[in-house]
């Protein structure tokens, strides 16, 4: 399973992924999820992705080849963000026109599901979520987050404590929260945690993590967190039975 989030405010955007993949109990391997493809001072290109393993790395490959090869659209050539979520949609219905069939015919689940975030030079940074059909929908000022995996243990942090005016900083706790609260209900979502805050009108990723489990501050975090989780039920009025 996997869990991966974007955010959107009004001072810029937040990325956030785990790395933990499974096929069952006795396959558990990690493989990072959260990728840029940025040019700096000229696009911030970020997305995440969920789903079929063989599926995304033969998308993610697709757009590398495309970038190398100087295709007529890739990464690098949309000029705007909608091109560029164009461009991935297609890229994920090619791929399952030519392997789709045949695994369907053993059965193998061959979806996926992407994220995009960015910022392309004369245009206002823009959130996607890209669907296994190849279709999107863009995020809004009174939707300002997506998921996509393992989503419901981390979505009611989300609802209670994001909106579009939230400082970047604080949207980018949110989301190591969401995360965290998702890895202690599901076993298939884990560490490392990839996170990246950019800054609109940067064009620039500055801020940007790899968090083991292991990590201070997820360590630290974790534990306020559920410390004041306890001390809020606790304080919570008394029943009038």
């Known amino acids: 399973m996997t869990y991966c989030l974007g955010i959107t405010t009004s001072s810029g955007l937040i990325m956030a992924a785990d790395s933990r993949t499974h ?37 993610l490959t697709i757009f590398r080849r495309d970038i190398k090869v100087r295709a007529e659209m890739n990464l690098h050539a949309g000029s705007t963000l909608y091109d560029v979520a164009c461009y991935m949609g297609n890229t994920i219905r090619k791929m399952h026109q030519q392997d789709g069939a045949w695994l369907k015919q053993d059965g193998i689940d061959f979806s996926c599901r992407f994220i995009l975030g960015g910022q392309i030079l004369g245009e206002p940074p823009e959130l996607y979520l890209i669907y296994n059909e190849g279709n999107f929908i863009q995020a809004t000022q009174a ?22 005016e939230t400082p970047l900083e604080t949207a980018a706790k949110c989301a190591l929260l969401s ?63």
């Open 23 to 59: 096929a069952g109990v006795d396959k558990i391997s990690s493989f990072q999820k959260l990728f840029d493809f940025s040019v700096p001072k000229e696009r911030v290109i970020l997305m995440c992705n969920s789903g079929s393993l063989s599926l995304t790395q033969s998308v």
């Open 143 to 164: 939707t300002p987050f997506f998921q996509i995996g393992e989503t419901k243990y981390g979505k009611p942090i989300l609802d209670r404590t994001l909106s579009y």
């Open 179 to 241: 995360i965290d609260s998702t890895m202690k209900s599901n076993l298939s979502v884990g560490p490392p945690i990839d996170l990246v805050m950019y800054e609109a009108n940067s064009f620039i990723v500055r801020h940007q993590l790899k968090l083991a489990a292991d990590n201070p501050y997820l360590v630290k975090m974790s534990a306020i967190w559920q410390s004041a989780l306890k001390q809020a039920s606790e304080q919570m009025p008394e029943i009038e039975w």
